[in-house]
């Protein structure tokens, strides 16, 4: 059986706007601003005056689905805006030091298992990374980006065929948001 009219609603905190212009979703707070797409033919996004409210003419599972997962970026974006992502992650080495540097908006890692060449990332734009000792902090107000970000720092320095448990030189991730 199908629910005609189904709804639901997401709270927008003070210090936050969010607009819709076109599919194009907003959200400004005191952290910057946020901008996704959000469009579909079955979902119809309103913004209230401190609300969002999503509506589906005719739900059926498939649209419930999409509606939760909308509901979810935006959630995600509004508390993005209000307070950093930050991700952790710990450089554990063995018999070669490794060292990790931040130089003209890249990642420079040294002295991997003993390599003569750096290995070297790119760091994406919106995303701020700082090295302290041994520990790696990576904070952006998009989740997506910040996470994209720490996972290519945990990749970089990846060796295929070796077990972690036994050979534990690399980047790891050590604390995630939420």
């Known amino acids: ?20 212009n076109e ?17 579909s033919k079955k979902i119809n996004i309103s913004i209230g005056k401190s609300e969002v409210n999503f509506s ?10 999409l509606l939760g997962t909308f ?25 070669f030091p490794m060292n990790a540097a931040v130089t003209n908006n890249q990642v420079v890692v040294k002295n991997f298992i003993g390599e003569k060449k750096p290995r070297v990332l790119s760091i994406i734009k919106g995303v701020t990374v700082k090295v302290d000792g041994e520990v790696i902090t990576v904070e952006s107000n998009d989740i997506e980006l910040a996470g994209m970000t720490a996972a290519a720092i945990e990749r970089l320095v990846s060796r295929t065929g070796f077990d972690k448990r036994v050979f534990q030189q690399g980047i790891y991730i050590t604390e995630k948001p939420r």
């Open 1 to 20: 059986m199908k629910i005609t009219q189904y709804t639901e609603q997401l709270e927008i905190p003070e210090g936050v706007t969010v607009a819709l």
């Open 23 to 39: 599919g194009i979703v907003i959200v400004k707070g005191k952290n910057g601003e946020l901008h996704r797409e959000l469009s």
């Open 56 to 65: 589906i003419p005719v739900m059926a599972k498939a649209e419930k689905m």
């Open 71 to 95: 509901k979810s970026h935006i959630k995600n974006m509004i508390e993005g805006v209000q307070k950093n992502y930050k991700y952790s992650l710990k450089i554990c080495s063995g018999h």
